[in-house]
């Protein structure tokens, strides 16, 4: 017993001597040949490496100042917890052509991949320096267009967290969660202008148990966007705005995409954004399913059509209408959303013509709408919703448009 304590002494010893200077399990980068103002991508990623390989858990740290970081990649499995403190500012290349994707998918420009039990925190700041790179943005209209990379990728990553950090100025989305299981995403701040291109706040796609809570969003395009395979989601006290609003979707477009099911949208705030809460499939869509999505305790603050269903999603016409969306939609809770509509239409349902919408409930809706056209509106199709408590706009009758 006694022989076996001093044997695993001294293997911690050894292993805690082979820590570069500083405290045991920091691995700072500065120690690893980081200088301020230089690109740190190499000794950051010297730095994992040793991490990575501990047994025992590791912090890496990026102390305050400011760096440039190039396209980095963070591989697991490790053999142990790392918590990735960054206290500093990096800042990304200006030149979309410096990020090559490992993949089919877009670049990353810093990603997680295959990691446990890791903690992104520290304060520290993502400069995704986007301004170059969004005029260079003409995916709306060109299929073939320029990749741009994501700041903060998280792939497969499970039992983990990211905390207290911004993400600045994406050139592209700014957070993607994928294919993780047990992931918290919280105390996290995103900016970027309101008509900076594609920049979601916060993709998650194929992922489980993911939990996003007391989060600051202003951005251009979605705050969060809900990718197909998405379950057990949920959304607490995030603000959002500028940006487009908290999605569902866009689904069908894909092959073999997997279920929603799961998404929990609670006490959160959308200021100022194109649209508020909403699920949206394409038309002519492949086959899928979304169900037990529920939205509660929302206050809108002159946000576009608050309450949406569009299964007849087709932005810049990119889509046939002639045939209607197969994506099921079922079990879709929105309850006490209140505040003011800059649109007339203020609830809008439309479901698919071949799958109707099924078990949809509307509870305690105050939306006000102050424009020339009159007072908020509601506008059904394919759809019975169950409507309950106060209702402001007025409730629809199946397929047609109250006023
Ligand atoms: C989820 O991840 C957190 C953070 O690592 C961990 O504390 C928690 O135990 C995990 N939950 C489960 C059910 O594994
Ligand atoms: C969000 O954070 C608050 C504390 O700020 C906590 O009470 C709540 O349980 C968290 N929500 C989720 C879904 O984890
Ligand atoms: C959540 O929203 C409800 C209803 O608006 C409110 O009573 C409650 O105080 C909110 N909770 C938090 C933690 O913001």
């Not at 997680?112 to 992104?120: A, K, S």
């Not at 992931?183 to 998650?204: E, L, R």
């Not at 990119?318 to 239409?345: D, E, M, W, Y």
Request: proline share 6%; net charge neutral.
């Amino acid at each position: 017993m006694g022989l076996k304590i001093s044997f695993s002494s001294i293997v911690l010893l050894l292993l805690l001597t082979r820590v570069v200077e500083g405290q045991p399990g920091v691995f700072d980068v500065t120690k690893f040949g980081a200088k301020p103002d230089a690109d740190i991508g190499p000794a950051l990623v010297s730095a994992w490496k040793e991490a990575c390989a501990s047994v025992t858990p590791s912090t890496i740290l990026i102390p305050k100042n400011n760096y440039a970081l190039s396209q980095v990649l963070f591989e697991g499995p490790c053999k142990s917890s790392i918590n990735f403190q960054i206290q500093g500012t990096v800042k990304a290349s200006g030149d979309p052509s410096a990020f090559k994707a490992n993949g089919p998918g877009l670049p990353g420009w810093v990603t997680f991949e295959h990691v446990d039990l890791l903690t992104v925190s520290g304060g520290g700041t993502f400069d995704g320096q986007g301004a170059t790179a969004w005029s260079k943005n003409d995916c709306q209209t060109n299929s073939n267009c320029a990749k741009l990379p994501i700041s903060l990728v998280f792939n497969f990553v499970t039992n983990s967290v990211a905390q207290d950090i911004t993400s600045l100025n994406s050139k592209n989305f700014h957070l993607q969660v994928f294919g993780a299981d047990n992931m918290t995403v919280q105390h996290v701040t995103i900016t970027a202008p309101g008509d900076s291109p594609n920049t979601d706040g916060i993709h998650v796609g194929r992922s489980t148990k993911v939990t996003i809570n007391d989060t600051q969003i202003g951005t251009g395009d979605d705050c969060i966007s809900i990718g197909d395979g998405t379950q057990q989601l949920t959304i607490e006290k995030v603000t959002c705005g500028p940006g487009h609003g908290i999605s569902v979707g866009s689904l069908g477009k894909f092959p073999e995409e997997k279920e929603v099911v799961g998404v929990f949208v609670r006490n959160c705030t959308l200021t100022n954004t194109l649209n508020g809460v909403r699920i949206k499939t394409w038309p002519a869509s492949l086959p899928g399913s979304a169900s037990d999505m529920h939205f509660e305790d929302i206050i809108v603050n002159n946000v576009g059509n608050p309450v949406m269903i569009d299964q007849e999603y087709c932005p810049s016409n990119q889509c046939s209408k002639k045939a209607p969306s197969r994506v099921k939609v079922s079990k879709v809770s929105f309850k006490n959303i209140k505040g003011t509509s800059s649109t007339q239409l203020a609830v809008k349902l439309l479901c698919s013509e071949s799958i109707p919408c099924e078990n949809v409930e509307v509870g305690d809706i105050d939306l006000a709408y102050s424009g020339p056209e009159g007072p908020p509106t509601t506008i059904c199709s394919n759809v019975k919703p169950i409507f309950s408590g106060k209702q402001n706009p007025p409730t629809c009758v199946g397929g047609s448009q109250s006023s």
